[in-house]
């Protein structure tokens, strides 16, 4: 069968620091390799509309899978199948990925028969199976498979990580993939899932709190046949398990692979773990992600962080001393005024470290969709994109993003004010000498993408498509609505830690 699969377009954060390729799409495209399908693979973050309908009418695929893991997507994505279905009448269309799975009935719905069902899950293996069932008139009854018809039973995991390596050879114009001056940059997964759980986070709930592993030999293998010289870490926490880094160092030396690289970790495991992250700064890690969401105890124990404002900043200590260097996150809550934002920024610039700022924001899939929705002030997906808020804001709103960005953009020129232009001058000439300019763009668009006005004046689009609020509000729910990957046994973030 010809198969096309689509991610959709980037969104305000990707416009700027980086555009990473769709990881999950191309693992799902590996697997319908596998299964002898004809696919091709498109990816609007770097091609347009026209290219889209063009692929339509060039390879008149038959099936079409739209990968949905970003909820600001969905009217992209909905309106996309809508058009799809009224060219090619026959094609199966169909959807799969992280914030579809949680939305699965609504998506359906609001497509009034453009989408012919939603894959909730892992979409490996249960995508060769639906592919295989298409016309058996049974699609519903399959794991995961959620049809206007019904649902089956729950999604099931894949058995090993190894088995389907991502078909990255099917991304076309890969030189467009970059994070900051890793330029160019693929992506790689030596894990999947988190054993925390931290209430705005969908990570655990998805994957049931589960925590599995690559095979340190399939990890090197797929490190080795990756093009480009830097790599992003895509894991939600990475080297939980020490000794896992250790040993996929270790068949990456035997495999003589030498890139730079760019992972998402956590305080505390960064501080529990030292050595593994010193032994990957010595294969190449130059930067990382820390998710320290809050600088006081108060915020993280909202967020259920299970850390602390000490273990934070000894996770800084010890990225200085090994030499990588921090990016951190932290949740603005719509809650802070002037004085919050003014305290934010001294803190910000009082560090070494990049800061970035999102905006908290109650995704379906998290616990605080249930606590927190019943106040949401839009139901208009494209504004979950942790960049607007979606709460009511104890500032006026115009006033809540002119803080906002003024404390981004305090924040950005601390790393790319003129004076370290002039420093990556060097950088940016050799680059474009390699024909990579996505490094260059970056520097100048932060004006044009953080804009106070742009993002008050989202909040005025028309709304074709409304979010459905849960029915339960208020407090969490039975872990079973939670879930996407119900877990196998009740398990505990120190447990799987250990
Ligand atoms: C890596 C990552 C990124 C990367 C790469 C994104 C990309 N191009 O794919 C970067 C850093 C760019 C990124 C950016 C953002 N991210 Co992000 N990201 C992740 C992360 C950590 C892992 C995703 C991944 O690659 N996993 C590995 C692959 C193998 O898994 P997968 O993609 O989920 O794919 C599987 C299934 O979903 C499914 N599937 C996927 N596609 C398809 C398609 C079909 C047809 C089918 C059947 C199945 C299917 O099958 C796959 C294989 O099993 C997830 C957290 C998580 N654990 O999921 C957050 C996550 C998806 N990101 C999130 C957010 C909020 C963002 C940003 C909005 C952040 C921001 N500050 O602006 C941006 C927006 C990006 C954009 N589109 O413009 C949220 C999503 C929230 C939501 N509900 O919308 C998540 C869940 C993080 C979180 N903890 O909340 N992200
Ligand atoms: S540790 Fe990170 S990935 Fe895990 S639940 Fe918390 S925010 Fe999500």
Redesign the pocket.
């Known amino acids: 069968m010809r198969v096309l699969?689509v991610?959709?377009?980037?969104?305000?954060?990707?416009?700027l620091y980086?555009?990473?390729?769709?990881?999950?799409?191309?693992?799902?495209g590996a697997a319908l390799l596998e299964a002898g399908h004809e696919v091709r693979m498109l990816?609007l973050?770097i091609f347009s509309h026209r290219d889209y309908f063009h692929e339509l009418d060039s390879f008149k695929p038959q099936a079409i899978?739209?990968?949905?893991?970003?909820?600001?997507?969905v009217p992209e994505v909905i309106d996309l199948a809508k058009a799809t279905r009224q060219l090619a009448r026959d094609c199966f269309i169909?959807?799969?990925?992280?914030?579809?799975?949680?939305i699965a009935p609504d998506l359906l719905e609001h497509a009034q028969g453009a989408l012919d069902c939603v894959?909730r899950?892992?979409?490996?293996a249960?995508?060769q199976q639906?592919l295989d069932a298409i016309g058996g008139g049974n699609l519903g009854r399959l794991p995961g498979v959620v049809t206007a018809d019904g649902s089956g039973t729950p999604p099931k995991l894949?058995e090993d990580l190894d088995r389907?390596m991502?078909a990255r050879h099917l991304m076309r114009r890969r030189n467009k993939y970059f994070?900051g001056e890793l330029d160019p940059c693929a992506?790689i997964?030596f894990t999947?899932?988190?054993p925390w759980d931290?209430s705005?986070?969908?990570?655990w709930t998805?994957?049931g709190r589960s925590y599995r592993k690559s095979t340190p030999e399939a990890a090197a293998e797929d490190m080795a046949s990756i093009k480009e010289p830097n790599v992003?870490i895509?894991?939600?926490v990475a080297f939980i398990h020490p000794e896992h880094g250790f040993a996929i160092g270790q068949e990456m030396e035997k495999r003589k692979i030498k890139k730079r690289y760019y992972l998402?970790t956590r305080s505390d495991v960064l501080c529990r773990n030292e050595e593994v992250f010193a032994y990957w700064r010595r294969l190449g890690l130059e930067y990382m992600f820390l998710g320290l969401e809050a600088i006081d105890e108060e915020g993280l124990k909202a967020h259920r962080k299970r850390s602390s404002t000490g273990v934070n900043s000894k996770a800084l200590e010890v990225a200085r001393k090994i030499g990588v260097t921090v990016a951190i996150?932290l949740i603005a809550d719509p809650e802070w005024d002037e004085r919050r934002f003014e305290i934010v920024r001294e803190w910000a610039l009082s560090i070494p470290e990049i800061v970035?700022l999102?905006v908290a924001?109650p995704?379906?899939?998290?616990e605080t969709w249930y606590t927190e929705s019943r106040k949401l002030t839009t139901r208009d997906y494209r504004l979950?994109?942790?960049?607007h808020a979606v709460l009511p804001t104890r500032l006026p709103l115009n006033r809540f993003y002119e803080e906002l960005v003024k404390t981004q953009s305090v924040i950005n020129r601390k790393h790319m004010g003129l004076g370290i232009i002039k420093d990556v001058a060097f950088l940016v000439a050799k680059l474009a000498l390699q024909g990579q300019t996505n490094f260059a763009k970056m520097l100048w668009k932060f004006n044009k993408v953080y804009n106070p006005k742009r993002q008050y004046g989202d909040h005025f689009k028309e709304v074709t498509y409304e979010m459905r609020l849960p029915d339960q509000t208020g407090k969490r729910p039975p872990g079973d609505l939670l879930y996407i990957h119900p877990p196998k046994v009740a398990r505990t973030a120190s447990a799987a830690a250990r």
């Open positions: 699969l991610h959709p377009s980037p969104l305000m954060y990707s416009e980086l555009r990473l390729e769709p990881l999950g799409m191309e693992r799902v990816d973050q899978g739209f990968s949905l893991n970003y909820l600001a997507n169909f959807v799969g990925g992280h914030s579809g799975s949680f894959v899950g892992e979409g490996e249960i995508t639906l894949i389907f991502p994070i992506s997964e999947r899932g988190c931290c705005f986070c969908s990570a998805f994957y992003f895509v894991d939600d998402e996150n970035h999102t924001t995704y379906p899939g998290t979950f994109d942790i960049q």
